[in-house]
């Protein structure tokens, strides 16, 4: 019976070719302006650490001044200062802690072949990488040092390593660079997280650093502090130590802890340490420690601009458009066949029987519409890729996007269709059969 | 309601349409007719609000920015040896820049409209803590500054060559003179009138005099920090470290061929540093305002594919109709309808369909800005939006039945006498 309703159906697509089209063409371009903004929300948003995003916290201490506020109305800065960087890592009250920050310098090659360049550098503690499961290529990354030691060592990015060493194991091998030598411990596969969540002051689809250092080689080697770096004290003094001593904000700070449940303990560890830098004359606003998990860090950064929300909303009034359109027309579309079911209604069809065949050439509609809205989405989505180039690291159709896409549009084709399939099967089949 | 009447078949077209017949026959098809409504109310909501946020975005592309966009480049320079000296460095570079035949003059500045981040200070024309400040943007130029922009000096003058501080990024010291543009002149001192704001002293960051030397029209700031973008002062100071910027500006028609000139000339004169960022201060624009730019285009093509959503929609619906309504037409005709009687039928047909679409697009359209202004932020949509879109949906609806409603014309009176 099925296989016979489809050949029908197929038949009516077929007989009525212009209005089909039309019909599954004006369903496909509401779906692929829909998915399209849709994706960007779904793609933007997404988990950039699925197993533990719940337990990876992002760590803000208030300590500016009593009468300004860091963040408007009054909020605490979004970076922390080099003195609590240092001491909260150091005190390793979580399972993984490590500081962050973006800075630049010189790479000079030992190959001659090899123009030097401007590397740009994430200097951060050892922990950096397993807390964020950084994939390793080669070798692996440093351990936390202990407080004011540490060893040249630097981690490459595959990119940087395929360009000084030619993609071989580099581990082991020395680079010049920053005025000293260095020796490779790691290199990391390709690694892109978008959002760029656990640093977005340069952007939040900001591209990966080139390489890697232990943070205290920032203090060491004096290098540039990159991202965002504010200050409230206006008399800090000339020299760098004076900035790294100062309350000026600059690092990233982020815990993993082994347990959700451990939040509490870590908190009011945090509130002790404020409470006791407070004695040593820091700190002279109130408490106000922010610790936000990485779902929650993202919301507060508002990684998905409202334009997109506002992209969002238009085209699902764009697919209501499509929707009503498709309805009219279907329901033109049934009217003309009104004399064939009429037929097959006089000749003992059951009004079930023409509503499943209805139903079967409406979803055939959906599907032809999902076809042509999947294809229209992809070729939007390169669209959006050339508009905005920093999209393009984390713009792919995946298998979830493609199954929404053609669920939504039979879906919608079947409501579409819903109203006028019901008034063709309660017709009387005396009136249009004489 | 005249169709017998030959007197009245000389007067208006529109004088001959059956309303009641019309009305009636709309009643009748209440699906199709709601669908049509429907789909012309969302087209207007989406049509007003989406024009709406394009109109507003090509405004902020079109700010005036004050500097020769269309001749000029910028480009960094990074010193990395240990010997490396900033500041012979950049007075090498620009002595040499300078000379060049294509250049029209060069500048060392880490500051220029689009260039990102920057620094503001607060002005006030009083000392004191409590007086009301003005935030403004911090350019620092030598007295090259304004060619080398292709700034427009309203009053007073420009710097001369020993007011110019050359500084480390940590020194503090501020000069005595400033130039500032015609916005910060106004907002501080309530007047257009430039010259009598030449002279007066000003305070920054409420510690520093310094003396307005002069009031140029327009210099947009760095970034929009905090919604004042024309508000900006320059100071005569060059920073010196490592990694200096330096923006050019080059004779008309010589950009291209003068930004290769100057990296291969700066790349082999020091090999002490690095030449990187050579950019012309148009691709930089379009970097900046590369969202805008994106959110103009994909408006664009929802408000163009609506719009032939919604126009297939009506000429099909039309259609539809038309071959269900021949033999009325033909009957119609054969009772003395002329061509413009059945014309100007579906077009007052479509009228009527848009005016009921338009009336709740009006609403819908209200509605989603409201609620887009509430989520987003967005400004409140004025009532002159709605009404150009729901002109355009009127032309559409008209342009969309042409075709059908000509054919409808067209339709020969004999039908009414053969059967189906």
């Known amino acids: ?434 | 309601m005249s169709d017998t009447n030959q007197s009245h078949s000389n007067t208006m077209p529109f004088s001959r349409i059956p309303f009641l017949p019309l009305l009636r026959t709309l009643i009748r098809q209440k699906y199709t007719f709601t669908m049509l409504v429907l789909q012309i109310a969302l087209t207007l909501a989406v049509l007003s609000n989406g024009l709406f946020i394009v109109s507003q975005r090509l405004d902020i592309l079109q700010r005036p920015t004050g500097i020769d966009e269309t001749h000029t480049f910028a480009l960094t320079s990074s010193g990395f040896t240990q010997s490396f000296n900033p500041q012979n460095s950049i007075k090498a570079d620009l002595d040499a820049l300078r000379q060049m035949p294509n250049i029209v003059n060069a500048v060392a500045t880490y500051a220029f409209p689009f260039s990102g981040s920057s620094e503001w200070d607060e002005l006030q024309t009083s000392t004191g803590q409590d007086e009301i400040t003005v935030p403004a943007a911090s350019y620092k130029l030598d007295e090259h500054g304004i060619e080398a922009l292709g700034l427009t000096l309203l009053a007073g003058e420009n710097f001369n060559t020993n007011e110019v501080l050359w500084q480390t990024q940590t020194t503090k010291t501020f000069p005595s003179a400033v130039i500032i543009t015609s916005k910060l002149a106004s907002d501080l001192f309530n007047t257009t009138d430039w010259s009598t704001v030449v002279g007066k002293t000003i305070y920054i960051n409420a510690t520093y005099g310094a003396v307005i030397k002069g009031v140029v029209e327009q210099l947009q700031a760095p970034w929009d920090a905090v919604g004042k973008i024309e508000n900006s002062i320059i100071y005569p100071r060059v920073i010196t470290r490592n990694s200096a910027r330096y923006f050019i500006r080059t004779q008309a028609n010589k950009l291209q061929e003068t930004m290769v000139e100057v990296e291969d000339y700066l790349a082999t004169s020091n090999q002490q540093r690095m030449i990187r960022k050579v950019q012309s201060i148009q691709t930089i624009k379009k970097q900046v305002y590369g969202p805008d730019i994106g959110a103009i285009s994909i408006l664009m093509v929802v408000i163009f594919a609506l719009s032939i959503v919604a126009a297939l929609g009506i000429a099909g619906l039309t259609s539809f109709n038309l071959v269900k309504r021949k033999k009325q037409i033909g009957i119609r005709r054969a009772l003395g309808a002329n061509k413009t009687d059945i014309l100007s039928y579906f077009i007052a047909e479509n009228i009527i369909q848009s005016t009921c679409g338009v009336l709740l697009g009006w609403l819908l359209a209200l509605g989603l800005n409201v609620f887009l202004v509430s989520q987003y932020a967005l400004p409140k949509l004025p009532l002159s939006y709605v009404v150009i879109a729901a002109l355009c949906l009127y032309i559409l609806g008209i342009l969309a039945i042409l075709k059908p409603a000509i054919k409808a014309m067209n339709i020969s009176p004999a039908l009414a006498t053969r059967d189906q």
């Open chain 1, 1 to 434: 019976m099925f296989y016979y309703y489809l050949t029908l159906s197929l038949r009516n697509i077929a007989s009525h070719k212009g209005l089909s089209v039309l019909i599954a063409t004006t369903i496909g371009l509401g779906i692929a302006a829909s998915m399209i903004t849709y994706s960007l929300i779904y793609l933007m948003s997404k988990d950039p650490l699925p197993h533990k995003s719940d337990r990876v916290y992002h760590i803000q201490l208030d300590n500016w001044s009593l009468n300004t506020a860091a963040i408007p109305p009054d909020l605490p800065p979004e970076e922390v200062s080099w003195t609590d960087a240092l001491n909260i890592v150091h005190a390793k009250q979580a399972k993984y802690q490590a500081a962050n920050t973006i800075t630049w310098g010189m790479v000079t090659p030992a190959d001659n072949n090899i123009p030097p360049f401007l590397g740009i550098i994430r200097a951060t503690h050892g922990e950096f990488f397993p807390m964020f499961d950084v994939p390793f290529l080669f070798g692996q990354a440093w351990q936390n040092y202990p407080r004011g030691q540490v060893e040249n060592v630097v981690v490459l990015s595959k990119s940087t390593n395929q360009r000084i060493f030619g993609g071989i194991n580099s581990v082991g091998q020395t680079l010049p660079m920053l005025g000293q030598l260095f020796t490779v411990i790691g290199v990391i596969n390709d690694w892109h997280p978008s959002p760029k969540f656990f640093d977005m002051s340069l952007g939040k689809f900001y591209p990966p650093e080139d390489l890697y250092v232990p943070l205290q080689i920032k203090a060491n080697l004096e290098l540039p502090h990159g991202g965002n770096s504010h200050c409230w004290q206006s008399n800090i003094g000339d020299s760098y130590q004076a900035f790294l001593n100062s309350e000026c904000v600059n690092f990233n700070l982020w815990v993993e802890l082994s347990h959700q449940q451990d939040k509490a303990q870590f908190a009011s560890y945090l509130e002790d340490y404020v409470t006791q830098q407070r004695a040593l004359g820091r700190f002279p606003k109130a408490t106000q420690n922010i610790i936000l998990d990485i779902e929650q860090w993202l919301a507060h950064k508002k990684v998905v601009s409202s334009d997109i929300y506002v992209f969002f909303y238009l085209s699902l009034f764009f697919l209501l458009v499509c929707l009503f359109n498709a309805a009219s027309l279907l329901s033109t579309k049934l009217t003309t066949t009104t004399g064939q079911m009429a037929l097959r209604r006089a000749l003992g069809a059951s009004r079930q029987a023409i509503f499943s065949q209805c139903l079967i050439e409406t979803i055939m509609l959906g599907c032809l519409g999902a076809l042509i809205g999947f294809s229209l989405c992809a070729l939007g989505l390169s669209g959006i890729k050339i508009l905005y180039p920093e999209f393009s690291a984390f713009i792919t159709l995946d298998m979830p996007l493609l199954i929404i896409t053609i669920g939504i549009s039979i879906l919608s084709t079947v409501l579409a269709g819903l109203v006028p399939t019901i008034k063709v099967c309660m017709l009387a089949p005396a009136d249009y059969l004489r």
